[in-house]
């Protein structure tokens, strides 16, 4: 009797999962802590021999040598520093400062400048921008802080338009050739992640020490964006628009003209919002490398502890940033104006020539009303002794004395340096498994892929243990933000009025001057961890609360009606219903978060850490490119493994949900 088996087909092996990998790993790497603390781990895994270090800083040395000597990169570089680029930097130095060099024009009035911006604001968004604008320069000039403002937008004025050039240039490149497109990919990533001391070397030696070199390594750092915003508008073209303009007869160069840029502008102008800010924000840390400014000031009264000036600088580097930003994207939203055939030239242009007539009218008065020309240091209104007097009498109060006393004993002792030695006892192969790990079981297997080629390449660096400390400054950083800025953002989604406050709130704090808050740090905790992580957590609970806030707004009213109408209590619909929908949203925030603290570390350095800022710093002082590159990459390499593993996890929920 034959038996027949439906059944018959091999049993096919099953598949291993991501997350088993990931779990196999967390095991293998316990294992080998566990080693390394009974004394039975060999050398050579907790720590990578000297021996097998590549002396990556030599090699690029070598490299930076020959282009800067042997392919002549410093005589082209030299030349341009002193001559194109400085003849801009001294004309619009000389018009908004003063500055006595060829081509020698008169400085422009404080006045005449503060009436046009006024002009200008309420052509582009009526009267409380002209308000904002006109009143942002007014208090400049109050406060005594007009000339080293004017110092600051003299190199802001030549940086950004140049920015803009070369960025729309490349971003035209990269829509129109692919292989463009996947060359510069990931040099862009690598740009937006590296710590910006990794720029400043760079220019002081190709472009010597000052205002060139402070716009050359703001033009740099200001670029990425502004390849990244003009492409993707220009791939989101409608086919129909091109097939408009093909049949209108129009060339190659028409078509980009009058059909592509025009209906890319909106993309286009938000990547000019970009590199303003961007541009603003690099310029002011280039006071590192003898840019003069409000940042060089604002470093100044840093070092002597004079928080009152620093503040009012503080302040007016806000004011300056909020105002180019609310008139950038008033620039966005504005469309453009069309007037009828035979409309008078006057009526087109009215804004125009009310501002030109400003301008005039207060350039003209400054001539004779000195007070409308200039407002010298002794006319100003500038109250920095009475706030260094208050601060200076809070800090002093018993009660504030010993709580700061408490919190920085209590998170040193018992938080931060345990947490860091922990961190630095695990040995080099076990914390390659663990972010190894992590990257699978939160981006699948391409993230887990790239934790384990960039983690392994800064283990290869020889600045593991610099990297390490980098990174607990970090995640210390992050996890106390997250605790302090989740239930803020809870809190602020429940009403649409908290909502506006807070995200005003966030828009403030990120356009201060990022080492401002290194100030109220060591004012209140000393030179210690917990300073730094201070400084960190403030800057990072930014896009942590903003994040949330609209993530949970964002929720769709028709799934919190059907929690009310299932009976859900409000803290039933925040955790079944609106924090789930709302956690790709959030993701993003702890993304940024993560970026956030991994630029703010590297600023921290100048309290005195012992990560990779620090090292950073020290080579501004000589001409260790190779070195300096390297602690770069290694900074950049942490920060995209966190990158790429958090937002493929984001995407990934935004498809399972539906978003």
């Known amino acids: 009797m034959t038996v027949l088996t439906t059944n018959s087909a091999p049993n096919t092996p099953k598949s291993v999962s991501a997350f088993q990998v990931a779990t196999w790993l967390v095991c293998a790497a316990i294992v080998l802590t566990a080693l390394q603390y009974t004394g039975l781990l060999p050398a050579w895994l907790h720590r990578l021999p000297e021996s097998w270090i590549p002396p990556f800083a030599i090699w690029l040395d070598a490299i930076f040598n020959f282009v800067r000597t042997d392919l002549g990169l410093e005589k082209l570089t030299r030349w341009f520093a002193e001559g194109p680029l400085q003849f801009m930097l001294d004309t619009t130095a000389n018009l908004l400062y003063g500055k006595k060099r060829w081509p020698r024009f008169e400085q422009i009035p404080w006045s005449a400048i503060a009436a046009s911006a006024a002009v200008l604001g ?175 000031k604002l470093l100044a009264m840093m070092g002597s502890f004079k928080l009152g000036r620093s503040f009012e600088i503080g302040v007016t580097i806000v004011l300056l940033a909020v105002t180019l930003d609310r008139l950038s994207k008033a620039w966005v939203v504005k469309l453009p104006e069309h007037f009828e055939k035979g409309t008078p030239w006057w009526k087109r242009h009215k804004y125009l020539l009310v501002g030109f007539a400003a301008f005039v009218f207060f350039t003209v008065l400054g001539q004779f009303v000195e007070w409308f020309a200039e407002i010298g240091r002794r006319q100003s209104f500038s109250q920095g002794k009475e706030i260094d007097t208050a601060i200076k009498s809070f800090l002093a109060w018993d009660i504030v004395k010993g709580t700061t006393e408490q919190i920085r004993y209590v998170l040193n002792v018992w938080v931060l340096n345990p947490f860091r030695d922990f961190l630095l006892s695990i040995p080099t192969f076990g914390f390659i498994m663990l972010v190894v790990a992590g990257g699978l079981a939160l981006g699948g297997k391409k993230a887990g892929i790239y934790a384990a080629v960039f983690f392994g390449l800064v283990a290869l660096t020889g600045w593991w243990d610099r990297s390490v400390i980098t990174l607990y400054s970090v995640i210390s950083a992050v996890i106390l933000a997250t605790l302090i800025g989740l239930p803020i953002g809870i809190l602020a989604a ?155 996890w984001a995407e990934g929920k935004k498809r399972a949900l539906g978003l």
């Open 494 to 648: 429940r009403s649409e009025a908290a909502s506006r406050r807070v995200l005003l709130v966030c828009d403030t704090a990120q356009t201060f001057p990022s080492f401002i808050y290194l100030i109220p740090a060591i004012m209140l905790f000393g030179i210690t961890a917990t300073s730094v992580v201070f400084s960190i957590l403030v800057f990072a609970m930014v896009p942590l609360v903003r994040y949330t806030v609209e993530g949970l707004r964002g929720v769709p009213p028709e799934m919190n009606e059907a929690a009310d109408m299932a009976g859900a209590t409000k803290l039933q619909k925040l955790w079944n219903v609106q924090l789930p929908l709302a956690l790709p949203t959030m993701a993003v925030g702890f993304n940024q978060a993560i970026m956030f603290a991994f630029f703010m570390v590297i600023i921290a350095a100048f309290i005195g850490t012992q990560d990779l800022g620090q090292e950073l710093q020290k080579t501004l002082a000589g001409t260790d490119l190779g070195k300096n590159f390297v602690l770069g990459i290694c900074v950049s390499l942490m920060a995209l493994t966190f990158d790429m593993a958090i937002m493929t």
């Open 122 to 296: 309420y052509y582009l968004g009526g009267w409380r921008l002209a308000a904002l604008a006109g009143g942002t320069f007014v208090w400049t000039a109050l406060i005594g802080q007009w000339k080293d403002a004017m110092e600051t937008m003299s190199v802001l004025v030549v940086a950004a338009p140049m920015a803009f050039v070369i960025g729309i240039g490349l971003g035209i490149a990269a829509w129109k050739y692919a292989w463009v497109d996947r060359a510069i990919k990931p040099i862009l990533s690598v740009l937006q992640t590296l710590p910006f001391f990794t720029y400043l070397l760079p220019a002081v030696i190709f472009f010597k020490v000052g205002p060139t070199a402070g716009a050359v390594a703001t033009i740099i750092y200001a670029i990425p964006p502004m390849i990244l915003m003009t492409t993707l508008g220009l791939k989101k073209v409608s086919p129909e628009v091109v097939e408009a303009g093909k049949m209108s007869g129009c060339s190659r160069w028409q078509m980009l003209r009058h059909v592509y840029i025009p209906a890319a502008r909106t993309e286009i102008l938000v990547g000019v919002n970009q590199v303003i800010m961007l541009c603003l924000a690099m310029v002011v840390l280039t006071a590192f490398i003898g840019m003069p400014g409000l940042g060089a």
